[in-house]
C-alpha cells in the first residue's frame, strides 16, 4: 500500500510522522515543540515566520487521532487528486490550502488580540510587561488582583499564546478540491455504513465547521482555519476550471 501512494502525498506523509516522532522526543527532553513550531497569531511575541510552514506538518502530541486521522485523509484524497493533477499541481494546491487556513485563523485572531492590546494601552499598561509571562509555559500570570486590569491581561496573554497546528487546513482544501472534481463519487460512512455523494458528505462538513467557526464550543479546534482550506482549495479550482479543463470534469 506504501508503495502505491504518490510521490508528493508519500513525502508529505512522512514529514508529517518526522515531525510528530522528534516533537515526542523533543517534550520528553522538556522542550515543548507545539509553541516553537505552531503557528500564533501574527502580532503575538511569540510568532515566527517559519511557523507559517512548520505548523501544517505538526500534531497535538496529547492526542494520537488527531495526526492519524489527518493522515488517513491526506492519503485517500490526496493520493486520488496528485493522480489527477500531477505532482506539480498537487503540491502548489495543498500549499496554498494550507496558507490559506493560516490567513483565515489570522483574519479575525489579530483583530481580536489587537483589541486586547489596546484595552491595556488605554488602562495606563504597557503589553511588553507581559512578555516574560507569555514566554513561559504557564498560561498567564495575573499581577493585578484587580479585575479591571486582570480581564484584559488576561485576554492578551492567553491569545498571544494561542497556536494553530495541524494539516487539516491544507487537507480541507483536499476535501473542496475532490468535492468539487468528482461531486458525484459516493463515500461511504462508517456509522451509520451508507453512501453519501462527495459533494453532500463534504458540503455539509464544511458549512458544519463554518457554523462551529462562529459558535465556539473551546474544543481547542481551529474550525476557522478549515473553513479558510476549503475557501482556498475551491477558489484555486474554478481559477484552473476556466483555464485548463483537460484535468478536470
Do not use: C
Not at 522538556?30 to 505538526?58: A, C, K, W
Not at 483583530?111 to 491595556?120: D, I
Amino acid at each position: 500500500m506504501f508503495q502505491n501512494i504518490p510521490q508528493v502525498t508519500k513525502n508529505i506523509l512522512i514529514l508529517n510522522i518526522l515531525f510528530y516522532v522528534a516533537s515526542l522526543v523533543l517534550a520528553s527532553k522538556g522542550y515543548d515543540p507545539i509553541r516553537m513550531l505552531g503557528v500564533h497569531y501574527v502580532n503575538s511575541p511569540l510568532f515566527e515566520p517559519y511557523q507559517i510552514v512548520t505548523h501544517m506538518f505538526m500534531h497535538s502530541l496529547n492526542t494520537p487521532w488527531h495526526i492519524f486521522f489527518n493522515m488517513f485523509l491526506l492519503v485517500m484524497f490526496g493520493s486520488h487528486l496528485e493522480r489527477v493533477w500531477g505532482a506539480k499541481r498537487y503540491f502548489i494546491f495543498y500549499i496554498l490550502a494550507g496558507l490559506g487556513a493560516f490567513a483565515l485563523y489570522n483574519a479575525i485572531g489579530v483583530y481580536e488580540l489587537m483589541q486586547a492590546k489596546q484595552k491595556l494601552i488605554s488602562l495606563g499598561i504597557d503589553p511588553l510587561m507581559f512578555k516574560d509571562q507569555i514566554e513561559k509555559a504557564d498560561s498567564y500570570n495575573i499581577i493585578f488582583h484587580n479585575p479591571t486590569y486582570d480581564a484584559p491581561a488576561i485576554v492578551y496573554q492567553n491569545m498571544s499564546k494561542s497556536v494553530m497546528v495541524g494539516a487539516s487546513g491544507a487537507l480541507f482544501g483536499l476535501l473542496a478540491g475532490f468535492a468539487m472534481l468528482f461531486p458525484n463519487t459516493e463515500l461511504m460512512l462508517l456509522f451509520p455504513p451508507i453512501p453519501i455523494k462527495a459533494k453532500y458528505l463534504i458540503g455539509a462538513y464544511v458549512v458544519f465547521e463554518a457554523y462551529l467557526s462562529f459558535n465556539p464550543t473551546n474544543d481547542s479546534i481551529a474550525h476557522l482555519a478549515h473553513v479558510g482550506g476549503a475557501l482556498v482549495g475551491v477558489i484555486i479550482v474554478l481559477i484552473w476550471r476556466r483555464t485548463d479543463r483537460k484535468n478536470f470534469w
